[in-house]
């Protein structure tokens, strides 16, 4: 993509509206994300792998563009981003949304599912975010959001691809922040914890099949637990989405936003366990050096 000189008149700095470009916006929380957008006198570039169902969830609106968009194929990011600066001149936020759930032990999760999930929740908000810099850059202005997860803050049993590609993802997102900041742009990483949102359901969620007698009693508690919690979560998307409409009005978005007092929660443990780890070896850390150093 050739880095694009946009308009005067369609500059955010002067409307007020900004352009948002959402992943995975067909159900669930980008569906949420999208709407709010909207709501709030945003124009939307809703994107999906389907992108009759991305219209079907969030019905028509002049400010709304539905492109077609699989974000484990660059050339599909690429084109996405060209149909969102053709139809409305720039693009202000990027939502990285888009995302699955493969679940299980993980020698019981198969290489290629494991690779599928870093495909989709890593690989795919890079991909995105490749395209759109460009288009960011020459404006000097825009910022990224990378729909993360508690999971990418703290693992867990059952979590070792989803962490994995969370993980990931995190550390990019931080590494990329200063790399991008001297033009204008942001980064943020959102942590949810638990929100009713679609990630449990079948159409999300794939369990790894349980074939080691060794794991086969926690499987079958783990799945029915987390089978179970579908549909019981505590967090509301729907008020995510507003708060991220105004944590994206900020002048400087935080690098990290902790969703839910479920989150702010991990965030609290994480940071104790890490300081923690740091003391309970401080004297054996600290004498590592050459005697000459």
């Given at each position: 993509m050739t880095e694009q000189n946009t308009t005067t008149d369609r500059n955010e700095s002067t409307t007020g509206k900004k352009v948002w470009f959402i992943t995975g916006a067909g159900r669930g929380m980008g569906t949420d994300i999208a709407k709010a957008a909207l709501a709030a006198g945003h124009a939307v570039v809703a994107t999906g792998r389907n992108p009759e169902k991305v219209t079907q969830a969030l019905g028509g609106n002049e400010n709304l563009l539905a492109v077609k968009l699989d974000v484990t194929d660059p050339a599909d990011a690429t084109a996405a981003i060209q149909a969102a600066v053709d139809r409305f001149g720039r693009i202000d936020v990027v939502v990285n949304n888009a995302g699955n759930f493969y679940a299980g032990f993980f020698e019981e999760i198969t290489?290629?599912?494991?690779?599928?999930?870093?495909?989709?929740?890593?690989?795919?908000?890079?991909?995105?975010?490749?395209?759109?810099?460009?288009?960011?850059?020459?404006?000097?202005?825009?910022?990224?959001?990378?729909?993360?997860?508690?999971?990418?803050?703290?693992?867990?049993?059952?979590?070792?691809?989803?962490?994995?590609?969370?993980?990931?993802?995190?550390?990019?997102?931080?590494?990329?922040?200063?790399?991008?900041?001297?033009?204008?742009?942001?980064?943020?990483?959102?942590?949810?914890?638990?929100?009713?949102?679609?990630?449990?359901?079948?159409?999300?969620?794939?369990?790894?099949?349980?074939?080691?007698?060794?794991?086969?009693?926690?499987?079958?508690?783990?799945?029915?637990?987390?089978?179970?919690?579908?549909?019981?979560?505590?967090?509301?998307?729907?008020?995510?989405?507003?708060?991220l409409i105004d944590l994206a009005d900020m002048e400087e978005p935080p690098l990290r936003f902790a969703a839910g007092a479920d989150a702010v929660g991990v965030f609290e443990t994480k940071a104790k366990q890490l300081q923690d780890q740091a003391d309970a070896h401080r004297k054996l850390s600290s004498n590592l050096a050459h005697d000459d150093a």
């Open positions: 290489p290629a599912d494991f690779r599928n999930q870093i495909e989709t929740t890593m690989f795919g908000p890079m991909n995105v975010t490749r395209a759109a810099l460009p288009v960011l850059r020459a404006q000097r202005s825009g910022l990224v959001v990378i729909i993360s997860s508690t999971a990418g803050l703290a693992g867990g049993e059952f979590l070792t691809a989803y962490a994995a590609s969370k993980f990931g993802i995190e550390g990019w997102a931080e590494s990329l922040a200063p790399e991008v900041a001297p033009f204008g742009i942001r980064t943020m990483i959102v942590e949810p914890g638990f929100f009713r949102t679609e990630l449990l359901t079948p159409e999300s969620t794939s369990y790894a099949e349980s074939t080691i007698e060794d794991y086969a009693e926690r499987n079958r508690q783990t799945v029915t637990a987390w089978q179970g919690m579908d549909g019981q979560q505590g967090g509301d998307p729907a008020k995510l989405a507003k708060a």
